[in-house]
C-alpha cells in the first residue's frame, strides 16, 4: 500500500478549517468591530511626526506653485534626512509642541475615563 497513513476517522482540531454554523447550517457573518476601532483617538505625535507635518505643508505648497509631482516616498526621505541634519536647538520648537499636544492628549483622556466611570 503506497501513501502514509490514513487518517478517515480522525477529526481535525485546527480551529481555522473548522467551520462553526448555528442550528440552520449556515455560517454565520463574523461580527464587524471595525468601527469600536474608529472611536479610540490615536496617539499623539512625537517630535519628529510634528516636523514631518510642518515639512510636508511647506514643502507641499512649494512643489504645488512649481507644478512638479509630488511623491510621498521622495517627501518621507527629504524629511528625514533635514531632520538627522538638524541640531537640537532646532528641533527643540518641535519638541515642545509635541509635549503641549502630548500633555492635551492625556488630559483629554482622563477626563473621558471620569466620564465613562460616572456613565455606567
Known amino acids: 500500500m503506497k501513501g502514509g497513513n490514513s487518517r478517515t476517522g480522525s477529526k481535525s482540531t485546527d480551529s481555522k478549517l473548522a467551520v462553526k454554523k448555528n442550528g ?9 468591530t471595525a468601527w469600536f476601532h474608529k472611536l479610540k483617538t490615536p496617539p499623539p505625535p512625537d517630535e519628529f511626526l510634528v516636523f514631518l507635518r510642518d515639512f510636508v505643508r511647506k514643502q507641499f505648497n512649494k512643489e504645488l506653485h ?3 509631482p509630488l511623491s510621498a516616498a521622495i517627501m518621507a526621505k527629504a524629511a528625514c534626512s533635514k531632520w538627522k541634519t538638524m541640531s537640537d536647538a532646532e528641533k527643540a520648537s518641535y ?3 509635541a509635549q503641549r499636544l502630548k500633555t492635551a492628549y492625556y488630559e483629554n483622556h482622563v477626563l473621558t475615563e471620569k466620564l465613562k466611570a460616572l456613565n455606567m
Open 95 to 97: 519638541a515642545a509642541e
Open 66 to 68: 512649481d507644478n512638479k
Open 24 to 32: 440552520g447550517g449556515v455560517t454565520k457573518p463574523a461580527r464587524n
